[in-house]
């Protein structure tokens, strides 16, 4: 276990803003993360969680308290006792890469994650997130969380049911303890399926990439190339290089809105916009209500890709969903950028819209 002092977190997240650690603690273990998460909760000092850094905004001013930085590894085949001939379980350390799961999944042959390739980020802050794209979310996949009860103090196992999944979220992110997660993810096990074949493409624009139909499988191979391509042209691809990879990818999430907030959104986007312009996009979610479109919001609320252009912080320019880092950018020029665009999006629309990214330090 390594402990650093006034160490810059902005180098340890993808948007690449942020302020000094009082204290960084490097865990690469599973008994380290959770020795290391004892000891700042004994000493009730302030505490966060980071591994891959892909969906935080930390304060310029930093992290008062300790941050435990999650770098474990491993990733393990299970026995599958009752399950189907083609069932692999494959249990995966917090710490891993994500993509490089997703990249072993592809050539071992494990159905089930292909769509989720090129997301930035670590294995453990897939269920906390219920990370999903191209019509895939880990919900489908994950069998069992391992994680730390800051609380109880003990390692717990959770079963898919017990995770609360919902859109781009679960138990792991909506309950807090000590002004941080109550929970601390391990390690996830995923339940995959033995097959060189995807799973059915879900997603149209991913079906028109493979020239298929909506539905059907390809080789896996093929499947994680299209996404890729797909990512690559919207700048969710790292890319030291390219700024419009600097970036926490869609910053805001899309709202889920009843049944007569959607009509009321389509009145006023039909005022503003006139009654020949396309209606806003609309998708089914649970209970009734209609899941739209953030990044339509805002293009159509005048924040065209590439807003904030040269910078320091901009939209991004090849997807208005990204607020990105033009190098140099504080955490506060992000900030003022979000804001702005949130409230023309509720100026003219009515749709208050929410971040993705945990803000740490601060409040949009």
């Not at 895939?136 to 959770?158: G, L, Y």
């Not at 079963?159 to 303890?177: E, I, N, P, Q």
């Not at 896996?220 to 600097?246: C, F, K, N």
Request: charged content about 25%; overall charge negative.
């Amino acid at each position: 276990m390594l402990e650093e002092h006034e160490v810059t977190l902005a180098d340890l997240t993808t948007l690449r803003v942020g302020g000094p650690a009082a204290r960084l603690v490097t865990a690469e273990s599973t008994d380290e993360v959770v020795d290391a998460v004892r000891e700042v909760d004994d000493a009730d000092e302030p505490l966060l969680v980071i591994a891959g850094g892909s969906n935080l905004v930390i304060a310029d001013d930093g992290f008062p308290g300790s941050a435990v930085r999650v770098a474990t590894a491993g990733v393990s085949v299970e026995p599958s006792p009752g399950e189907d001939d083609d069932v692999v379980l494959v249990r995966v350390a917090a710490g891993e890469p994500w993509d490089d799961v997703v990249t072993r999944a592809v050539v071992e042959g494990w159905s089930g994650i292909e769509a989720l390739s090129g997301i930035p980020g670590c294995a453990g802050a897939t269920p906390v997130q219920n990370v999903g794209a191209y019509g895939q979310e880990v919900a489908q996949t994950v069998a069992q969380v391992r994680a730390w009860d800051r609380a109880e103090q003990r390692v717990r196992t959770f079963t898919s049911a017990d995770c609360g999944f919902t859109y781009r979220s679960s138990v792991f992110k909506g309950l807090l303890w000590r002004g941080a997660a109550r929970y601390v993810v391990l390690d996830v096990l995923f339940r995959l399926h033995l097959s060189d074949q995807s799973q059915p493409i879900g997603y149209a624009d991913l079906a028109r990439g493979l020239d298929v139909a909506v539905g059907e499988r390809v080789p896996l191979a093929e499947a994680r190339y299209a996404v890729l391509e797909q990512r690559r042209r919207r700048g969710m691809v790292l890319d030291a290089g390219d700024h419009d990879t600097w970036s926490c990818g869609s910053f805001f999430t899309n709202p889920i809105l009843s049944a007569g907030a959607f009509a009321e959104l389509s009145t006023r986007a039909r005022d503003r916009l006139g009654v020949e312009a396309p209606a806003p996009p609309e998708f089914p979610a649970a209970d009734g209500q209609v899941k739209t479109s953030a990044a339509w919001l805002i293009d159509r609320a005048g924040f065209g890709k590439g807003y904030g252009l040269p910078g320091p912080a901009a939209l991004s320019s090849k997807h208005t969903l990204a607020l990105t880092n033009r190098g140099g950018a504080k955490a506060a020029d992000v900030l003022a950028l979000a804001r702005e665009v949130r409230a023309g999006v509720e100026e003219a629309f009515g749709v208050t819209l929410v971040n993705e990214p945990v803000l740490v330090g601060l409040t949009l």
